[in-house]
């Protein structure tokens, strides 16, 4: 009995709580592609450097109510970055699609051609972070670490694995919850949501509706801004900030919104979750869960670690590919193939 | 001959630079009736119409609302002048659901919308119960007439229906015009292409016959339907 | 001035370029931007190829490079005996398991009848296999890692000169085509999953390839080393070394009156520039002859129309595979002339989407649908490429000039010179593509 609670405090420890933090930030990404790609029709390839930028500006917010002395005591001062982080990348964004994108959208351009712009865009905003802060890692967190540290789990239950709550992982995911909860809220009660919900879905009755489509797409790129900066800077948190992980992040992102339904805001959540699960449990060396759980004799030799950590992103390409070979539109139904 | 209440005058154009598909085509409508284009397959009916709304760019003739030239206007500009369109395909939005649907009708509406929608559930019993569920999900009449709630919930002046009854069933079909009629007792001018030329001509105050994108018959839709060489070219004996 | 005197003029420009970089910097570093134009111009034929010709968007050259690179290596480096000994063949065995795996898999979907039991055949295919592969494939690995780790630790290629390794230069030239075999296979199997279907999912696939393709060469210490990297590439050009102590080349070079270390490898990089022009010019010919031809003239109407292609029975997702696998494959033998040129294989230095982009960039400014445009885009970007970081640095010390030496922002602004090339290249693409969309040779 105790083995099993004790493996099942090592699942939690190493899989459960760091997935279910990976999968809120995965969440949060997806969910900005996700509705760019509904009303904007197009896959944003700068969305990675979006968070970064948003991450880089709550950063820089940080450090200066650090030095002002503002802290929020046992909760990380990166919080009170976050908002002008929103507001700095919802400028960005908004200053993008007036001088880039709103040119091929009055023109009507192939969705690719947009594509390819918004990789334009990614290296140019990219260029922008590391010129502003630099390539290296930059440490913002600080604040209480953890909610509850292995060792105190450990005196608190008695078992012999310890359990880690980190603080930043529990605000990822209060946030991502509460970022959700008002996102839908947002599409599903009021006005403006609704709008954008008919202009995602049929862009030619929403302009017969009288729907303005310029207020639409600014509305959308102030959420996505919302989103993104908030994602980016909680994975900053969580992880650590360095601008060039945010292009990395670009295939997992993708992956979960494509495989929940591109276009479709709950299918990128469930997306977001299926790649985190599935990357975090098949690269961790299941060994130590395993030990708990069978006879000794039987015990594995190995690490029973599926795939080794750097092939990590391996697992949201073939999840990818195998949705894409299944059920092109993603497991909740997304726009078109 | 009073000034009707919409008229597209003299209209020749096109979609975008290809060739002029109307030429010197004219349609009107007077208040509160209905008014119905007819004809072959290519015609130009659905263009008429659409020129009308400002959907495509009419480079001679005009359309005056009420006596104001609107010729220059968008399609947008046209809703808020009390115009309505119902398109042929994808009129309704399929992942909202009824409700939504009519509550984007009435988008740019600024007062109280409860009475319109009252209407609407009172003219479609059925959407009523339906409410709550996407509109994807309806049968094709059920989905025509969220379509039609959703054009009314503008309070038009005008109603402009493309094809309403295109792929429904025959009782679905004389159900909807029974619908359309109800409309047009309340004083909303009705202007519909049809293929049914027959049925949709027996409910028309006004009916024109288009061939090659120009007005071949002008008639009352009493008229045009006794008229032996409408009958014989168009309404098949 | 005729269409052809303006792109006559515009290669021109270019090769001013280039001279004057010879000028004013050195001639070294303008045979280098000579050599890896020339190289660029041969990725941006393959990028052109898919996207001029086709509409492809391949965002994973840099995937089909580093394939190149690869063959480069398990071709032309001496095979390391001792590894095979130790755990090569288990490697391989294990490899063949792997392989076995995903075939029955693929069978068993193709050929079962779908249902509950058809689905557990394939999960329990898959597991029992993969743990077959991992047995044998770990064990091997270890082994052939453990032999030697400092200076192979890996299998090795395929040139059997023993000791003489080195003088079979010609290997190198042989390992350029099976580069390209190697980059069309990968192509083809990304090509069989994601075409057909909309444009962004071939993009975000051919993404997710290249990452991968990337972690192997850098993870997969047995294949080439990974990160620890594989120096040393026998040259399909004589060494410098070896011309500097040939009494005949010290006389001819003092004879022009010039130094013989400098002369040495002046003539080296010209030799190479001799291999890659022919290269070059072949595939050129080729592009210009397939855009003439019916099928390059099939292929722009699917690119322009692809419903009204599909409507006339052209199969549009067959011949968009084919226009897929050989533009990778000519990537694929590009990259397979760089890493001869570098005469080493370093994984770390393939940056996914960064490479990538270049190419893209090359093939957009030059001129997409147009071979030659692609060619001088090739040039142009790379040259710009290597110069942009010292005019940007030039710039900043203008714009600074005013500051105290010492001055933070100063300080900062030439810090981060460094991070310009990326930030000028996106500029250069959205302005290209919103104000001269055809790019500088147009598609006739």
């Known amino acids: ?337 | 001959m009073s000034e009707p209440f919409l008229i597209g005058e003299g209209m020749t154009g096109g979609y975008g630079t290809g060739a002029d598909i109307l030429h010197d085509c004219t349609v009107a409508i007077d208040a509160g009736q209905i008014a119905v284009i007819v004809g072959p397959n290519g015609a130009g009916k659905s263009t008429a119409m659409k020129a009308i709304f400002g959907m495509l760019e009419i480079h001679r003739g005009f359309v005056r609302l009420d006596g104001e030239d609107i010729s220059a206007l968008s399609p947008q500009d046209r809703v808020a002048k009390g115009m309505a369109f119902v398109p042929q395909t994808a009129n309704v939005f399929t992942s909202l659901t009824v409700e939504e649907n009519l509550e984007m009708g009435a988008f740019l509406r600024r007062d109280d919308i409860a009475v319109t929608m009252r209407q609407v559930y009172e003219l479609f019993p059925i959407l009523s119960e339906k409410r709550k569920q996407a509109a994807g999900e309806l049968s094709g009449g059920q989905r025509q007439q969220v379509a039609v709630g959703r054009a009314l919930m503008t309070k038009p002046k005008v109603l402009m229906l493309d094809e309403p009854t295109a792929g429904v069933s025959p009782i679905v079909m004389d159900e909807l015009f029974d619908r359309i009629i109800e409309v047009a007792k309340t004083g909303i001018s009705i202007l519909m292409v049809e293929q049914n030329a027959r049925q949709a001509l027996s409910i028309a105050d006004k009916g024109y016959v288009l061939v090659q994108g120009t007005n071949r018959f002008t008639d009352t839709g009493a008229a045009l339907l006794a008229d032996p060489e409408v009958r014989k070219s168009f309404l098949g004996g | 001035m005729t269409t052809s005197m303006k792109n006559i003029g515009l290669f021109f420009v270019v090769a001013c370029l280039i001279a004057g970089t010879g000028f004013i910097q050195s001639w070294n570093t303008a045979l280098f931007i000579l050599n890896m134009g020339l190289i660029s111009a041969i990725m941006s034929l393959g990028v052109n190829l898919q996207w001029g010709f086709a509409g492809l968007f391949n965002v994973g050259v840099v995937g089909f490079v580093a394939l190149g690179g690869l063959a480069a290596v398990l071709v032309s480096m001496p095979p390391t005996t001792d590894a095979w000994a130790a755990g090569g063949f288990q490697v391989i065995v294990g490899l063949i398991f792997g392989a076995a795996t995903v075939i029955a898999a693929i069978f068993i979907q193709a050929r079962m009848v779908a249902g509950k039991i058809k689905v557990f055949t394939t999960i329990s295919v898959l597991i029992v296999g993969f743990f077959i592969f991992r047995y044998f494939f770990d064990g091997g690995v270890e082994a052939v890692e453990a032999v030697n780790p400092a200076g192979t630790g890996y299998l090795g290629g395929l040139n059997f000169g023993g000791e003489n390794y080195k003088s079979w230069g010609f290997m190198a030239v042989v390992s350029w085509p099976v580069g390209g075999v190697l980059a069309a296979g990968a192509a083809w199997l990304i090509g069989k999953t994601a075409l057909g279907l909309r444009s962004d999912y071939l993009a975000i696939a051919t993404l997710g390839i290249s990452e991968i393709i990337i972690a192997v060469v850098k993870f997969e210490d047995w294949l080439a080393r990974g990160v620890k990297n594989v120096s040393g590439l026998p040259r399909p050009v004589p060494y410098e070394i070896d011309l500097q102590e040939s009494p005949s080349f010290s006389e001819w070079v003092y004879s022009i009156g010039g130094d013989p270390v400098t002369a040495s490898s002046i003539v080296v990089k010209l030799s190479y520039a001799g291999l890659f022009t022919a290269v070059l010019i072949i595939i050129l010919t080729l592009a210009q002859l397939a855009l003439s031809s019916p099928w390059g003239r099939m292929m722009r109407a699917i690119r322009d129309n692809e419903y009204a292609a599909a409507a006339m029975g052209k199969n549009v997702t067959a011949r968009h595979l084919q226009v897929f696998v050989l533009g990778s494959a000519i990537c694929g033998v590009a990259g397979a002339m760089m890493t001869t040129l570098d005469s080493q294989l370093t994984p770390g230095s393939y940056q996914p989407l960064r490479f990538t982009f270049l190419i893209w960039v090359m093939v957009i400014v030059g001129g997409s649908g147009n071979n030659f445009g692609a060619v001088l885009g090739g040039f142009l970007i790379f040259f710009l490429w290597v110069q942009v970081e010292p005019i940007g640095a030039m710039l900043m010390q203008a714009v600074t000039a005013g500051m105290a030496e010492e001055n933070a922002i100063r300080l900062h602004l030439l810090g981060s010179v460094a991070h310009m090339r990326l930030l000028t290249m996106g500029l250069i693409l959205i302005l290209v593509l919103r104000f001269s969309p055809r790019g500088l040779i147009p598609e006739k």
């Open chain 1, 1 to 337: 009995m105790i083995d099993i609670l004790n493996a099942m405090v090592v699942l939690s420890n190493y899989v459960l709580i760091p997935a279910i933090a990976y999968g809120s930030q995965l969440a949060l990404g997806a969910l900005g592609v996700t509705l760019i790609y509904g009303i904007l029709r197009f896959s944003n390839f700068a969305h990675g450097d979006t968070m970064a930028f948003g991450a880089m500006v709550t950063i820089l917010f940080t450090w200066l109510f650090q030095s002002w002395g503002i802290t929020l005591g046992f909760l990380p001062t990166a919080l009170l970055g976050i908002p002008f982080g929103i507001i700095a990348t919802a400028a960005l964004l908004l200053a993008t699609d007036k001088l880039v994108y709103q040119f091929y959208r009055r023109q009507k351009a192939d969705p690719v051609i947009l594509v390819i712009v918004s990789m334009g865009v990614m290296f140019v905003m990219n260029g922008l972070v590391r010129f502003i802060i630099g390539p290296n890692d930059q440490r913002f967190s600080d604040g209480e670490r953890f909610i509850i540290s292995a060792r105190e789990f450990k005196t608190l239950t008695g078992l012999k694995e310890g359990l880690a709550f980190k603080t930043t992982q529990g605000i990822t995911i209060v946030t991502a919850i509460i970022l959700v909860l008002v996102l839908f809220w947002f599409l599903n009660r009021t006005r403006t949501g609704k709008s954008m919900r008919a202009f995602s879905d049929n862009e030619d009755l929403a302009l017969l509706s009288g729907i303005n489509p310029d207020k639409v797409v600014m509305v959308t790129w102030i959420i996505v801004a919302g989103l993104a900066a908030t994602a980016g800077a909680l994975y900053g948190l969580d992880k650590s900030f360095k601008p060039f992980i945010f292009l990395q992040l670009l295939l997992p992102i993708f992956a979960s919104a494509i495989v929940g339904g591109l276009g479709n805001p709950i299918g990128a959540i469930a997306g977001g979750f299926v790649i985190a699960f599935s990357e975090v449990l098949i690269t961790y060396p299941l060994k130590k869960v395993l030990k708990y759980l069978m006879p000794e004799q039987l015990e594995p030799s190995g690490l029973v670690q599926l795939l080794s950590t750097d092939y990590k992103f391996a697992v949201s390409f073939t999840i990818l590919i195998i949705v894409l070979l299944f059920r092109p539109t993603g497991l909740f139904k997304g726009k078109s193939v």
